[in-house]
């Protein structure tokens, strides 16, 4: 069974400080997305990773993608409460998207 | 910017009635997708369509079916509510012609509640 795993589920963090949500995947794919999601609201498209090896960054966020390992990364640099959201990773498997449970982020002074 | 809409962001229905779900997509995307969304289980794939009148299931299509006249609308029926269907149910759209997938642009969400 294909499984998308994010860890860790629930994430509480101090403003300032620097963090790293994994997300790990059970089969070959080359393309991974991750998205942010407020309380309330729909998906947004964070990152598109379409290669072993490829980063992306955008203010205070880094995401990396290992095809090899079948891991990918999101870093947190210097949080703030703005980050404070639910993050989830998609595996693309041809025909569809497979997506982790989700990290719930919060950030707190 | 590409935007999808969804006819109801917030719908109450009884159970066993039928219900109508509606997703426009206007970047005239090839392949449109449902989920719902549930604490703890993440998004799970209802049904998904790469080309007009064409469907294929996704991961719980069980007590779904969808409809796909137009290329850019994409409607989840339930044909007879139940109390396990309430849920966050989402729509997205994507653009890629060839597999795969590609990545997609979600509408904002129908919470829908059965009772």
């Known amino acids: 069974e294909l499984k998308v795993e994010q860890n860790p589920l629930f994430l509480s963090m101090q403003e300032g400080k620097n963090y790293t949500i994994y997300c790990n995947y059970s089969?070959?794919?080359?393309?991974l997305y991750w998205y942010r999601q407020d309380p309330g609201k729909s998906l947004e498209s964070l990152f598109v990773l379409l290669s072993n090896g490829a980063v992306k960054q955008e203010g205070r966020l880094m995401a990396s993608l290992d095809t090899k390992a079948r891991l990918s990364t999101l870093h947190i640099t210097a949080a703030v409460h703005d980050l404070s959201a639910t993050y989830f990773c998609?595996?693309?498997?041809?025909?569809?998207?497979?997506f982790g449970t989700g990290t719930r982020l919060q950030v707190f002074p | 910017d590409v935007k999808v809409t969804q006819s109801s962001r917030y719908l109450v229905k009884r159970t066993g009635e039928k219900v109508f779900l509606e997703c426009v997509q206007d970047?005239?995307?090839?392949?449109m997708f449902w989920y719902r969304q549930d604490p703890g289980l993440g998004l799970r794939l209802i049904y998904f369509?790469?080309?007009?009148?064409?469907?294929e299931k996704g991961d719980i299509p069980e007590g779904y079916s969808v409809s796909r006249e137009k290329k850019e609308r994409f409607s989840l029926i339930l044909e007879s509510a139940s109390t396990n269907q309430t849920s966050m149910y989402l729509c997205a759209s994507s653009l890629l012609v060839a597999r795969p997938v590609g990545e997609q642009y979600f509408g904002p969400g129908t919470r829908l509640t059965v009772t």
């Open positions: 998609a595996v693309d498997i041809v025909d569809k998207l497979i």
């Open positions: 089969t070959t794919s080359d393309r």
């Open positions: 970047m005239d995307h090839e392949n």
């Open positions: 369509s790469y080309d007009v009148k064409m469907k």
